[in-house]
């Protein structure tokens, strides 16, 4: 019965292994080139029984440079592959080494490394990419992706800043936002700041419209009712700029056009309620 339970759990998910490389064409290296070397460094991680994890790919947020950084500072292990010197590979080994955390760099055989990266261990591998040679390089790869992370959790590991004395790293705020919750609040933000617009765009169109059918003189009093409402219900002022629309005889669909963010049915029913002069029935149908 144990081995029935046994043989119906889930096998246990690998850790992430992050890659660092070039993903286009540049130079004598075409998009094709690294498409294959990505699939020999994804065996070699598979073989040390993590999981490939490219460092750019990553569901919970859509800012890429974001998801980069976070993925270099937490992932357990990360290979990098620095061949043909590429700028963007080259800024992210940065990053990595300035975290203190355990890289595995590789390099094809034509390609030169700076001096103060090539004191850093390294595995070469050949650049055609050789059927013996690399499978050779993948077996070695592996080994050390496993030995590196024994180091780290021994405390045998020495991070390459840690060679040049004492220094002070940076580390990424740990708090995190699942992509989903990410995009609500953004719009929310969104919402709130385009609603706020709206109601700023519909007390100037009532502002305008009410101040044709009021006295010059009644401007200031106008003003102070709108200040002091936060909505645009019936204000004192909205209710006086009805009343004299309506005794002028404009209809309703026009005092509704006119007050702005009010209904026609809104207007009849708030007349009614003020015992205006009932309209004909030709004028409640405009």
């Not at 990505?38 to 919970?60: D, F, M």
């Not at 992706?145 to 990424?172: C, R």
């Amino acid at each position: 019965m144990a081995d029935a339970d046994d043989s119906t759990q889930k096998p246990k998910k690998a850790a992430p292994c992050g890659i660092v490389m070039p993903i286009a064409g540049f130079g004598e290296y075409d998009a094709q080139h690294w498409l294959e070397v990505r699939g020999i460094l994804e065996r070699a991680i598979s073989k040390a029984e993590y999981h490939p994890a490219p460092v750019w790919e990553r569901s919970e947020t859509d800012i890429i440079q974001g998801r980069i950084v976070r993925n270099l500072y937490e992932y357990e292990v990360v290979v990098c592959d620095i061949s043909g010197l590429n700028p963007n590979v080259m800024f992210e080994l940065g990053l990595r080494l300035a975290f203190k955390k355990p890289v595995v760099i590789t390099v094809d055989d034509e390609t030169k490394i700076p001096f103060d990266t090539n004191v850093i261990e390294h595995l070469i591998y050949n650049r055609g990419l050789h059927f013996q040679k690399t499978e050779s390089f993948i077996d070695r790869l592996s080994e050390r992706i496993t030995n590196v992370v024994q180091m780290s959790k021994n405390g045998s590991y020495v991070a390459y800043i840690d060679a040049l004395g004492a220094f002070s790293t940076f580390e990424p705020n740990p708090q995190k936002v699942e992509f989903d919750q990410f995009v609500l609040d953004k719009l929310e933000q969104i919402s709130a700041n385009v609603s706020r617009l709206r109601r700023d765009q519909d007390e100037s169109r009532w502002m305008m419209n009410a101040l044709k059918h009021q006295p010059l003189n009644a401007l200031a009093n106008l003003g102070a009712a709108t200040s002091e409402s936060e909505g645009l219900g019936w204000t004192e002022a909205r209710t006086k700029a009805l009343v004299n629309m309506w005794n002028e005889g404009m209809t309703t669909s026009q005092i509704a056009e006119n007050l702005g963010n009010v209904s026609r049915n809104a207007v009849i029913g708030k007349a009614h309620r003020l015992g205006l002069k009932p309209r004909p029935n030709s004028e409640l149908g405009d």
